[in-house]
């Protein structure tokens, strides 16, 4: 039985590679915004290529990502547009195979875990985004931030078994924060490994000091270069891309889309008995808390379908009475909501350093993108979980199979309906 299993999973993975080298070649655009911000990201390789630093015309930079990668590929990369797709499609190809290293490095029980095979299939689950799929073959810049992740992940495990701890912290943390700097709402990373490291019974500890020192030391060019920084955000805040302004509203997007990534593990981690029990003895509470949620957020705008993820499209679709759309849409939301936290709490409580912080940040984001979560959440319970690897072995092709009826309806929803 364990050979079949294992047999399986090594033909989806090489399933998934292959569909991904397609899918480069065919052009997939299974995540909707690929050939809408390939000029936009064209423009900004042509410009910083094209010029000395001290040249940038800034104004003509159009993205709300700091230039880090550019001026990385800039040191090794010919000025050709051909050369520009390969070497991001090339980055993306092998972030599982690096994500598939660091979680050997990090120990489990391989026999348990029916030896590699187990684990590289998950690190390719990563190829089931339509998000990153799309990033990769559309010369995006996201993919390169989970690269950047995934690596400062390899030095953090090996801080857990204290080798080395001066060069694997300073390596652990640049990392971080270059992915921080690849893409802000990575900011999450270097904030987790922050309260990861920091020893919070020792506060004098001479690790904490080396800890604090290091990361104000790479958060400073955010101080240093402060107008350079604010500037080059402000450039996209033209009218018809504006994203910086606030809004609570956004909060219900934001726990709509997590609730596609959510469930499916929230289902591995309680049993249908338990779920039974959560719900009964918390029913009230639940009902209240529904009927709270939906009042504070009954005037919530549903005028631009741009942004709020595949939950609110599907809706916005079947759901033509406004009414009735948020008496079905907003429930789900706070739903989300008291299912994300709960889970957190109860099971995964490294995950509230990533629903604490995004429930404020994109509060300020005017459009909340279903890319902005995926497959950030999954990543980030592979990569800080400690039982997520363990729980989800007798569940994981049934997962894919949930993960891949997403993509199937993302990539059909783009190819064939819009």
């Given at each position: 039985m364990?050979?079949?299993?294992?047999?399986?999973?090594?033909?989806?993975?090489?399933?998934?590679?292959?569909?991904f080298?397609?899918g480069?070649?065919?052009?997939?655009?299974?995540?909707?915004g690929?050939?809408?911000?390939?000029?936009?990201?064209?423009?900004?390789?042509?410009?910083?290529?094209?010029?000395?630093?001290?040249?940038?015309?800034?104004?003509?930079?159009?993205?709300?990502?700091?230039?880090?990668?550019?001026?990385?590929?800039?040191?090794?990369?010919?000025?050709?547009?051909?050369?520009?797709?390969?070497?991001?499609?090339?980055?993306?190809?092998?972030?599982?195979?690096?994500?598939?290293?660091?979680?050997?490095?990090?120990?489990?029980?391989?026999?348990?875990?029916?030896?590699?095979?187990?684990?590289?299939?998950?690190?390719?689950?990563?190829?089931?985004?339509?998000y990153?799929?799309t990033s990769?073959?559309?010369?995006?810049?996201?993919?390169?931030?989970?690269?950047?992740?995934?690596?400062?992940?390899?030095?953090?495990?090996?801080?857990?078994?204290?080798?080395?701890?001066?060069?694997?912290?300073?390596?652990?943390?640049?990392?971080?924060y270059?992915?921080?700097?690849?893409?802000?709402?990575?900011?999450?990373?270097?904030l987790?490994?922050?309260?990861?490291?920091?020893?919070?019974?020792?506060?004098?500890?001479?690790?904490?000091?080396?800890?604090?020192?290091?990361?104000?030391?790479?958060?400073?060019?955010?101080?240093?270069?402060?107008?350079?920084?604010?500037?080059?955000?402000?450039?996209?805040?033209?009218?018809?891309?504006?994203?910086?302004?606030?809004?609570?509203?956004?909060?219900?997007?934001?726990?709509?889309?997590?609730?596609?990534?959510?469930?499916?593990?929230?289902?591995?981690?309680?049993?249908?008995?338990?779920?039974?029990?959560?719900?009964?003895?918390?029913?009230?509470?639940?009902?209240?808390?529904?009927?709270?949620?939906?009042f504070?957020?009954?005037?919530?705008?549903?005028?631009?379908?741009?942004?709020?993820?595949?939950?609110?499209?599907?809706?916005?679709?079947?759901?033509?009475?406004?009414?009735?759309?948020?008496?079905?849409?907003?429930?789900?939301?706070g739903?989300?909501?008291?299912?994300s936290?709960?889970?957190?709490?109860?099971k995964?409580?490294?995950?509230?350093?990533?629903?604490?912080?995004y429930?404020?940040?994109?509060?300020?984001?005017?459009?909340?993108?279903?890319?902005?979560?995926?497959?950030?959440?999954?990543?980030?319970?592979?990569?800080?979980?400690?039982?997520?690897?363990?729980?989800?072995?007798?569940?994981?092709?049934?997962?894919?199979?949930?993960?891949?009826?997403?993509?199937?309806?993302?990539?059909?929803?783009?190819?064939?309906?819009?």
């Open positions: 364990k050979i079949k299993k294992t047999h399986l999973l090594d033909l989806l993975s090489f399933s998934l590679i292959l569909s080298v397609l480069f070649l065919f052009n997939e655009n299974s995540a909707g690929g050939e809408g911000d390939f000029g936009h990201i064209l423009n900004n390789y042509e410009l910083i290529f094209g010029n000395s630093f001290n040249d940038i015309d800034w104004s003509k930079y159009r993205d709300s990502r700091f230039p880090l990668d550019y001026f990385i590929f800039k040191l090794y990369l010919p000025t050709s547009l051909d050369y520009w797709r390969l070497n991001i499609f090339f980055i993306s190809l092998i972030t599982p195979l690096i994500l598939f290293y660091v979680l050997k490095k990090k120990n489990y029980d391989l026999d348990k875990l029916e030896k590699n095979s187990y684990l590289l299939f998950i690190a390719f689950f990563i190829f089931i985004s339509p990153f799929r990769a073959f559309w010369m995006l810049r996201e993919n390169i931030g989970y690269l950047f992740w995934i690596i400062s992940m390899l030095f953090f495990f090996n801080l857990e078994k204290n080798s080395n701890i001066t060069i694997n912290l300073l390596a652990c943390l640049l990392f971080s270059m992915a921080f700097y690849s893409s802000q709402n990575l900011f999450i990373i270097p987790t490994n922050f309260f990861l490291l920091f020893n919070f019974k020792k506060i004098l500890d001479k690790k904490n000091l080396y800890l604090v020192l290091i990361n104000l030391i790479f958060f400073s060019p955010l101080i240093i270069f402060f107008e350079f920084f604010k500037n080059a955000i402000q450039y996209i805040e033209i009218d018809e891309i504006n994203r910086i302004t606030f809004s609570y509203y956004k909060i219900a997007d934001l726990f709509g889309i997590i609730l596609i990534y959510i469930l499916p593990f929230f289902l591995i981690y309680f049993n249908p008995g338990q779920i039974k029990d959560i719900i009964y003895k918390n029913f009230k509470i639940i009902v209240i808390f529904l009927i709270c949620f939906s504070i957020f009954w005037n919530y705008p549903n005028e631009d379908f741009l942004s709020g993820g595949a939950l609110r499209k599907v809706l916005n679709i079947l759901i033509s009475n406004e009414i009735l759309f948020k008496l079905i849409y907003l429930p789900i939301c739903f989300s909501m008291l299912v936290f709960y889970f957190a709490f109860k995964e409580k490294t995950l509230l350093f990533l629903l604490l912080p429930t404020i940040f994109f509060t300020f984001i005017n459009y909340i993108f279903q890319e902005y979560l995926d497959p950030i959440l999954l990543l980030f319970l592979i990569l800080y979980s400690k039982n997520f690897i363990y729980l989800i072995k007798s569940k994981i092709v049934y997962l894919f199979i949930y993960f891949l009826t997403f993509y199937l309806g993302a990539f059909s929803y783009y190819t064939f309906i819009i």
